[in-house]
RNA sequence: GGGCAAUUAGCUCAGCUGGUUAGAGCGCCACAUUGACAUUGUGGAGGUCACAAGUUCGAAUCUUGUAUUGCCCACCA
């Protein structure tokens, strides 16, 4: 049997025959990460091993979207984790003999990019950047900005190890993709989805911009809630200044309270400036237990009283300007901004007897917009809108012979719900449906300049839809797009071709149709991102992908968590002593270490704490298994053998019982992984493979191979493990790889993922090693216990029963790694004088004391260990003398219970003894 | 107000469909220093699995309730 017949891509990449690492004879004594790291990288990708070309052309597509950072700033943690899960994906892909595609880029953020811009142009002295630079010339500043935050994206994510394809990479406001922006948008217009009308909206004064839905966030406040005499009627708020133009006062029909005040019932009503005529409503929504059940209603400045109006066709007027300034309707408080205004109207409303009550305690949420910060107004304003409840698209469900008009909604339902899109962990898809059945229309127009400008044109009272003007005289919509409408097609607009898509000529489907790598990688396999933007991102890629192209974005939903300090805190950048810096760890040590991490010990969509120890405690690892292989390779330079010209493993039966169980080992370890990365269990897989390493490789059998080394094996486990663990460590395994490789081998990164041979596979070898391990452990633990001299020689008796034959052949590893200089072997029990001794299941061994015999230590140790045991042989009686247990609990089980009962008493006899003899 | 999650060693976490004498890493204690590795090795101490009730022969694990913590959604005029 060929060595390794699982290469089978070995001769694709004859760059890598004479690669750049050989130059280590012999590998330093630690691992340097920052010595190697760059280098592996630009080798891979001048290689071309990160693009899907390098992958067998039969193989299954595997595509990956790399959530695109913003274009502003640093790569943090987060984007660390992601690029950490995925680029663990795409390895494991590739490894896997899949058509491994993993396709960066960045994104133009509209609101946050245009902020930062214009926050530093008024740092730098500038008052009103807008009004000083104008549309052109911002857009301008910016584009260079996000040029410059590009580059350093880009060298941040190659510092990950990330091995995706830059040759694909793209940004969501080049040309392209501003393509596929507008052809959305015009079907969409087309389709009835896309409208534009007088909405209530959040308007955020600060920005100058409307916002969408997600994009606010309720801060508590403490503030005060005012009850005024209004007519007949108490009625309480929070925000006097919106009362100015309150005409309608609206209680539920049910309140036995107001009985006798009748639906469009009229009256006046002394008010802020002077009488008006309110008018009463009778209307559900108000809440009878609430305040005095009555309320008045301000249309315009509140969605809850814009519905209101609008089911009653009351009239809406806006008193506060988009300023923040009230409007002429204030009448002597016109011009004045809100904080300034409300004492002000609460002392006249007091002057005129109209105060009722100021609770000073009262805590409400306040809106504020999550990017800017500021105070969100509601506003109506005309602005563009997706209908998300028009039935009117195609599709066809799971399950159901052919297409039906859809929602925009019901289709966001029900891919998730028939499984079409699987979401992980499970119980963010409850999340999902939630936030869905919520979901109002989407208002996607903003009125910043950095985005992607709405495709409408308008001459006098025309309206036109189409990226380029009808005509000279035609003006195009002042407003750009949602930042996340554009990324919302980023799983596909990717893959469109950029000739195709700069062919006026071709419609959307055209286009698609004929892009070669959209016709091949989409819908992607997995999208890897945080929580956090399931709603912002994640379901409106569903939403938007369904639609436009008739196809899921993706198959798979993987969520990671946040990533929080020790203490369990945000980290922020307003702290910077709670942050930690992806670069500075990797530079400290290695990005490899800070890998795993992010990854081992953490589940999907669980938060996580980070913090240096734990990435050195990594690092560690990293730098034993570079010495592991640092052994190897000295074992073998020794012995004249070159690891690289090591083919064939010897047959099982000529190799030693180690050889054999760590064989065996290893086969199971490889359907662990597997079985563990297939199901995007990363963090158990990775435990599996840290404690193999360390507990099992390196302290078991490379230990018992000192003196005894089966090069072969030796060699062949080593790459076994490098190539478990290279989707997790890639930098170091491709490192050492290329000291271990069979010469006629590539790079890791291309290397075909190892399939169990169940030839090898000999658990019995493994449960006697498991034996020897233990007769180790105890005798080490002896000398522990009695304070042997640790370089004193000791006399032990092994009494091994059906063991002893094993135990015999293993002499020499028990005598070295134990130093024992006397050891004798029997099958029955003897009675060794002045011992201290050690009982296992069929197994006694005593060590002798001369000189060292201490009576009362040696009774205090049995003592206690008689205790234990004793505890534990009645917890068992107890158990089998459980008729029902006997009875229902399994045979097996039961079997087993009876087996440990008895060689539990056995070695309590054993200790009984011992003690009668002392 | 509605929902979701967590609670296991000093700290950070495993423990999957009920059966382990409840595990790991870090930290702690003792010992070890020229042969892969002190970014190490050997051995050890340390836990009423938040609390209560229930289901079961058997519960860290399942059910219900309570408490504490965190998050998401709704937004109360």
Redesign the pocket.
């Known amino acids: 049997m060929p060595f390794l017949s699982d290469c089978h891509r070995s001769t694709c990449f004859p760059f890598f025959a004479q690669s750049f690492w050989y130059n280590f004879i012999v590998l330093e ?3 340097d990460p920052k010595a190697v790291e760059d280098a592996i990288y630009a080798s891979w990708e001048k290689s071309g091993a990160f693009k899907p070309e390098s992958c067998p052309k039969d193989g299954e597509p595997f595509t990956i979207s790399m959530p695109p950072p913003n274009a502003t700033g640093q790569l943090h943690l987060g984007h660390a984790v992601m690029l950490a899960l995925e680029d663990i994906f795409i390895r494991y892909a590739r490894m896997n003999g899949k058509r491994a595609l993993w396709v960066p880029g960045t994104d133009h953020a509209a609101i946050a990019t245009e902020n930062v811009v214009i926050k530093r142009l008024k740092e730098q002295g500038m008052k009103d950047p807008r009004k000083e630079l104008g549309r052109e010339k911002l857009i301008a500043t910016i584009a260079e900005f996000v040029e410059e935050s590009k580059a350093t994206i880009r060298s941040q994510v190659r510092k990950m190890g990330s091995s995706c394809d830059w040759s694909r990479e793209r940004y969501t406001f080049e040309p392209s993709l501003n393509r596929c922006v507008n052809e959305v948008f015009v079907k969409m217009h087309a389709d009835g989805l896309i409208y534009r009308g007088h909405r209530i909206v959040n308007w955020d004064p600060k920005l100058q911009t409307t916002v969408s ?2 994009e606010v966030v ?1 801060k508590e406040e403490k503030g005060v809630f005012f009850t005024f005499q209004y007519g007949p009627f108490q009625i ?4 006097p200044e919106t009362k100015f133009g309150d005409k309608y006062v609206v209680m539920h029909p049910d309140d036995k309270r107001y009985k006798r005040y009748k639906h469009g019932d009229t009256f006046e009503a002394e008010w802020i400036n002077g009488p008006v005529r309110a008018t009463v409503i009778k209307d559900e929504s ?3 237990e ?2 005095t ?1 009555v ?1 008045t209603i301000t249309p315009w400045h ?3 009283d814009f519905e209101i109006a609008e089911r009653h066709g009351l009239e809406k007027e806006q008193i506060i300007g988009f300023d923040g300034r009230l409007l002429e309707i204030a009448g002597e408080f016109f011009g004045k901004k809100i904080e300034e205004a409300r004492p002000l109207i609460v002392e006249k409303l007091k002057a005129k007897g109209l105060l009722v009550k100021a609770d000073e305690n009262y805590v ?2 306040k809106a504020v917009s999550q990017r800017g910060g500021g105070s969100i107004e509601p506003q109506i304003k005309l602005q563009w809108f997706i209908d998300v409840n028009k039935e009117v698209v195609p599709w066809q469900q799971k399950g159901s012979k052919k297409a039906e008009k859809m929602s925009l909604k019901q289709i966001m339902h029900s891919v998730v719900h028939h499984g079409d899109v699987e979401i992980i962990p499970d ?1 963010f898809g ?2 999902y449906f ?2 869905i059945d ?1 979901l109002r229309d989407w208002c996607i127009s903003r009125q910043i300049w950095w985005g992607h400008r709405i495709p409408v044109w308008y001459r006098g009272t025309d309206t036109a839809v189409g990226a380029k003007a009808p005509g000279p005289e035609w003006n195009q919509d002042e407003d750009t797009l949602d930042t996340w409408f554009s990324s919302a097609l980023w799983t596909w607009s990717t893959l469109v071709d950029p000739k195709k898509a700069a062919d006026s000529t071709l419609s959307l489907e055209e286009i698609l149709k004929q892009s070669p790598d959209f016709q091949a990688f989409h819908p992607t396999a997995v999208m890897e991102t945080g929580y956090d933007i399931l ?1 912002f991102w994640v379901a409106r890629m569903i939403l938007m992908t369904t639609y436009a192209t008739g196809q899921i974005p993706f198959k798979t939903v993987y969520l990671h968590g946040l990533i929080r300090t ?3 805190r945000k980290m922020s950048k307003s702290d910077p002593e709670t942050m930690i810096d992806p670069l500075d760890m990797i530079s400290k040590y290695g990005a490899d270490a800070l890998r795993l991490s992010m990854i081992v ?1 953490q ?1 999907a969509g ?1 938060d ?2 980070l913090y240096e ?1 734990k990435i050195a ?1 990594y ?2 690892f990293i ?2 298994l570079w ?2 292989s ?2 190897v390779l ?1 074992q073998c330079e020794q012995a004249g053998i070159d690891p690289k010209m090591i083919d064939k493993l010897p047959e099982n039966a000529s190799l030693s019982l180690a050889d054999r169980a760590v064989l065996h080992a290893s086969e199971c370890l490889i359907a662990d992984i597997t079985k563990g990365l297939s199901a995007y269990s990363l963090s ?1 897989a990775g ?1 599996r493979l840290y ?1 193999f390493v ?1 507990d099992y490789f ?2 078991w059998y ?2 018992l191979s ?1 003196g005894t080394a089966n090069h072969a094996v030796l060699v062949h486990v080593l790459r076994r493990i490098l190539k478990l663990l290279h989707p997790y460590c890639p930098f170091v395994t491709e490192q050492l790889w290329g000291q271990v490789k069979k010469t006629e081998d590539g790079a890791l990164i291309l290397q075909s993922w190892p399939a169990p041979h169940e030839k090898r596979k000999d658990a019995k070898a493994f449960a006697d090693l498991q034996v020897l391990i233990d007769v180790i ?1 105890s005798i ?2 002896l000398r ?2 009695h304070n042997v001299e ?1 370089g004193k020689e000791i006399t032990v008796t092994i009494v091994g029963k059906k063991f002893c034959e094993l135990l015999e052949s293993q002499e020499a590893h028990i005598r070295r790694m134990c130093k024992v200089g006397s050891l004798t072997f029997t099958t029955d029990s003897v009675k060794v004088e002045n011992a201290a001794s050690a009982f296992l299941s069929d197994i006694e061994i005593h060590l002798s004391l001369a000189g060292l015999f201490d009576a009362g230590k040696l009774k205090e140790s049995l003592l206690r260990e008689q205790a ?1 045991l004793t505890k ?1 042989v009645s917890g068992l009686q107890g158990k089998l003398s ?1 008729k ?2 006997v009875d ?3 045979k097996e ?1 039961v079997d087993e219970q009876k087996t ?1 009962l008895a060689e ?1 008493e056995e070695k309590l006899k054993k200790i009984e003894e011992r003690l009668k003899n002392l």
């Open positions: 004594k630690a691992y839905d997600d309720y309480s708020t929070a925000r108000v809440d009878p609430f305040g059940g309320m509140d969605h809850i409400h949420n119980r409850k999340t939630h936030w919520n709603f020790r203490d369990g010990g589940s669980a996580s704490r120890e405690g690092r560690n730098n034993k010495n592991a640092r052994f000295m158990e435990d404690s360390w390196c302290d490379l230990e000192k452990s080490r633990k522990n216990d640790p234990e534990y459980n029902s247990f229902k609990a399994p089980l440990k539990t």
